[in-house]
């Protein structure tokens, strides 16, 4: 929808720019510190645990006669070296997803800025349809973005992975149709920005036909979106679900199920069987679940603020932290996003610790888990970009009683989200 005849300064659209740099120096300061400072000093620590452990192996195993004591020192030795190992990991990964979400933002935010602020003040136009919501082009131009990527996704993959190994040479050629696909999402994205930053709250188009008749049409197609989504979640449901109850899972075996009696145990793992046992694998999960209620929560207070034209600041520091309407709203959604972010960083370091542990992509359980859990993932991080926006608009033009239409319908998107990952954790992780 754009907000076509409105006039934006490029002042404007420059703080974008620097918004998108303030983001990048923060990702890298925390790689910087994550990633690379306490990462390695975790490294160190782990490799000296390796390599104690298989000094002691050796020693044992040119010993003969290994007595069940230095068996379990042996053992002891091997946990604290896995331990070790999964720590490691937890600070590496964080850093560098810390450190892509960062550069993807500030790519999205800062490159939408340039463009528009690289545009004519003229192209802002003059019409009498000011502040208005018309039909827009950039969703499908952005539709065809996610179309040509997808088509080179495959290649893209191959070439990434040559990229990172020594012994390969990547073809770059391979990456032009994905990369094709991403600079037009970008130009669509910043284009959709540009249309609707100015829109203040008039001029929305309200559908005609049954069932939707006297509803805005940007709602009633969210949820139609919503209903398609909720059947491709259904499909990942019924495939998990007919696995657990049909196969002889590792948890059907230890609970004595009459048909997996004979079964020996570890023939079919399942993620929950990795994470459900102990209180540490099971906490990013446990996390997630709460960053993401809670961040169901701080949009709906920023919602409520914006359409509160009554609103006064509180007393003590929340007032000091929110002095007006524009800045509480703003923060809400800052609130929002980093909840958000911690989701995603949380994620990828559970993921890194299943991989670590034997747990990938390459079982049926395994794709099931990951291509269910990484949709999720997906639309979260969507979501994510989406807000990025949003705290853009708050802190510029702003959001009111009248233009809060933007938060209430991304809002309705961020809690299907959230219910499909409250329906996600206790199925995958706990059953």
Not at 164 to 178: G, N, Q, R
Request: glycine share 8%.
């Amino acid at each position: 929808m754009s907000g076509h005849g409105s006039h934006v300064e490029n002042g404007i659209w420059m703080r974008a720019v620097m918004m998108g740099g303030i983001i990048l120096t923060i990702g890298v300061l925390l790689f910087a510190t994550l990633g690379i400072a306490l990462a390695d000093g975790k490294h160190d620590t782990w490799k000296q645990l390796e390599d104690d452990y298989h000094h002691e192996e050796e020693v044992l195993a040119a010993q003969g006669n290994i007595t069940e004591a230095q068996a379990k020192h042996l053992d002891h030795m091997h946990h604290e070296e896995i331990d070790a190992h999964l720590s490691y990991l937890t600070y590496r990964v964080a850093g560098i997803t810390i450190l892509l979400m960062s550069i993807t933002y500030a790519a999205f935010i800062g490159i939408g800025g340039f463009l528009n602020a690289s545009k004519p003040q003229a192209d802002h136009g003059d019409g009498h349809d000011e502040h208005e919501h018309h039909g827009s082009s950039s969703p499908i131009v952005f539709a065809f973005g996610i179309m040509l990527f997808l088509i080179g996704f495959p290649d893209f993959v191959v070439a990434c992975k040559a990229m990172l190994s020594s012994d390969v040479t990547a073809d770059l050629s391979m990456l032009a149709v994905s990369m094709a696909g991403l600079v037009t999402i970008v130009i669509a994205v910043s284009n959709w920005w540009f249309e609707d930053l100015p829109f203040v709250g008039h001029g929305e188009q309200i559908a005609t036909s049954y069932p939707f008749e006297g509803e805005h049409i940007r709602k009633a197609g969210l949820w139609v979106f919503i209903m398609s989504e909720i059947m491709v979640f259904a499909t990942f449901f019924s495939s998990y679900l007919r696995m657990r109850t049909e196969w002889c899972t590792d948890w059907a075996i230890r609970d004595g199920v009459e048909a997996c009696k004979d079964v020996p145990e570890g023939t079919v793992v399942t993620a929950s069987d990795l994470l459900r046992y102990d209180v540490a694998t099971l906490m990013p999960g446990a996390i997630n679940t709460f960053a993401l209620i809670i961040s169901s929560y701080t949009i709906v207070l920023a919602l409520k603020t914006a359409k509160n034209a009554n609103w006064k600041p509180s007393s003590g520091f929340m007032g000091k932290l929110m002095p007006t309407r524009q800045a509480a709203v703003r923060n809400y959604l800052i609130a929002t996003l980093a909840l958000g972010s911690l989701f995603i960083v949380l994620k990828l370091v559970e993921w890194s610790h299943l991989v670590a542990e034997g747990f990938d992509i390459g079982t049926v359980q395994g794709s099931i888990f990951y291509i269910a859990t990484g949709a999720h993932g997906l639309h979260v991080f969507i979501g994510l970009l989406v807000m990025l926006y949003l705290v853009f608009k708050a802190d510029t033009v702003g959001f009111d009683e009248d233009n809060a239409q933007g938060i209430e319908y991304f809002g309705l998107y961020w809690h299907f989200v959230d219910l499909a990952w409250v329906v996600i954790f206790p199925a995958f992780y706990l059953y």
